[in-house]
C-alpha cells in the first residue's frame, strides 16, 4: 500500500481514510434516525468530519484515494438525503411553532378581553 506525507507529517493510508469514512458515516446514520424519530439533531460536529476526511483523501495517494471513490460518493448522497430531511424537519417544527404562537396569541387576547 503505497502512503504520501501529510503537510503535518503524519502519514496517510487507505485504512486511515476508511476509519474516517466510517466516522462520518455513523453520524449521518445516527442523525437520520433521530430525525425518523422526530428528535432534533446537532450536525455542527459532521462538519469538522467531513473536513478531516476531505483532508485525508487529498493527502493520500492516488490509489488509496481512487479505491474510497465510492465510498465518498455515497457519503455525498447520504449528505443530501441528510440536507432534504433537515430541511422538512426545520419545515414542520417551524410551522409548528408558528402554529403555537398564534394559539397563544389568540388564547391571551381571549383573556385579556375577559378582564375588562
Do not use: W
Amino acid at each position: 500500500m503505497m502512503n504520501t506525507e501529510t503537510s503535518n507529517t503524519e502519514t496517510v493510508d487507505q485504512a486511515m481514510i476508511e476509519k474516517e469514512i466510517g466516522k462520518v458515516s455513523a453520524f449521518i446514520d445516527t442523525a437520520r434516525k433521530h430525525i425518523k424519530e422526530d428528535k432534533m439533531v446537532d450536525v455542527v460536529a459532521l462538519e469538522e468530519k467531513v473536513r478531516s476526511l476531505c483532508s485525508k483523501v487529498k493527502d493520500s495517494s492516488d490509489k488509496d484515494s481512487e479505491s474510497v471513490r465510492p465510498a465518498i460518493i455515497k457519503i455525498r448522497e447520504d449528505l443530501d438525503r441528510l440536507d432534504k430531511e433537515l430541511t422538512r424537519q426545520f419545515k414542520r417544527v417551524t410551522a409548528s411553532m408558528a402554529g403555537s404562537t398564534r394559539n397563544h396569541a389568540t388564547a391571551a387576547y381571549a383573556k385579556s378581553g375577559d378582564d375588562v
